[in-house]
C-alpha cells in the first residue's frame, strides 16, 4: 500500500494543512510561527501567574463577576505596567501568527479568505485591541477609522479583572460632540489565557 504524502495541518478548525513536516526543519514563514508561537506561550504563563495571583484575594471563591479597574486594594503589588505591555505584544503577536496561516492557505486556494478577513474572523477582539491599541494609540491620530471614544480609550490605562483573569476592554468610553455620541464599544473584552486556550485548540491542539 502506498505511504500517504505527510503533512502538517496549520489549523485544526478551518483545516488548512500544507505538505510535508514542515516544522521539522523550519525556515521563512514556518520559523516566524514557530517563534511566534514560543513568545505567545511565553506570555500566557506570566499571565496566567498573575491571574491566579488576583483572583485569590479578589475573587477566590469564584462567584463573582468582579470588575476592578486600576489599584484596588489587593493588587498594588502586581505588575500592572507590564501586563498592560504583555497585553500589547500578545495582541501584535496573535495577530501575526494567524494572519501568517490566513496568507499560507490563501497562497494554496484563492477561494479561501484573505488574510485581513481571517484574522478578523479567528480573533476579531484581538484584532480591534492591536489595531486600535497595541500597534498604535489611536489617540496618536486622527485615522478617520477611529472615533474620540476609542481615541480616548486607547490611551487610559486599560485593565480590568474579570472573574478569574485581567481584561482589556472591559470599560467602555463614551463621548459626546455637538450632539454626536460616541462610544468604544469596538474595543471588546478580551484576556490572555482565554484567547489563548482557544488558539491552543485551533492551532496547537497536541
Not at 74 to 93: I, M, Q, R
Amino acid at each position: 500500500m502506498k505511504n500517504e504524502e505527510q503533512t502538517t495541518i496549520l489549523d485544526h478548525i478551518d483545516n488548512i494543512s500544507v505538505p510535508g513536516d514542515v516544522f521539522s526543519e523550519p525556515a521563512n514563514e514556518y520559523w516566524a510561527l514557530i517563534c511566534l508561537r514560543d513568545g505567545l506561550e511565553f506570555l500566557y504563563r506570566q499571565v496566567v501567574q498573575i491571574d491566579k495571583i488576583t483572583q485569590s484575594r479578589l475573587n477566590p471563591e469564584g462567584k463573582m463577576k468582579y470588575v476592578a479597574y486600576g489599584n484596588v486594594p489587593g493588587t498594588e503589588d502586581l505588575p500592572k505596567p507590564l501586563l498592560t505591555c504583555s497585553f500589547h505584544w500578545y495582541a501584535v503577536s496573535a495577530c501575526q501568527y494567524v494572519r501568517t496561516v490566513g496568507a499560507i492557505a490563501y497562497k494554496q486556494d484563492n477561494s479561501r479568505p484573505i488574510p485581513p478577513k481571517y484574522v478578523e474572523a479567528v480573533i476579531p477582539e484581538v484584532l480591534a485591541f492591536r489595531d486600535k491599541v497595541a500597534a498604535h494609540f489611536a489617540w496618536t491620530s486622527k485615522h478617520s477609522q477611529d472615533n474620540d471614544a476609542e481615541r480616548l480609550a486607547s490611551i487610559i490605562p486599560p485593565l480590568s479583572f474579570v472573574e478569574d483573569s485581567w481584561h482589556v476592554g472591559a470599560m467602555q468610553v463614551a463621548t459626546s460632540k455637538g450632539g454626536k455620541l460616541n462610544t468604544s464599544e469596538s474595543i471588546k473584552p478580551w484576556s490572555i489565557p482565554k484567547v489563548h486556550n482557544k488558539m491552543a485548540r485551533r492551532y496547537w491542539p497536541h
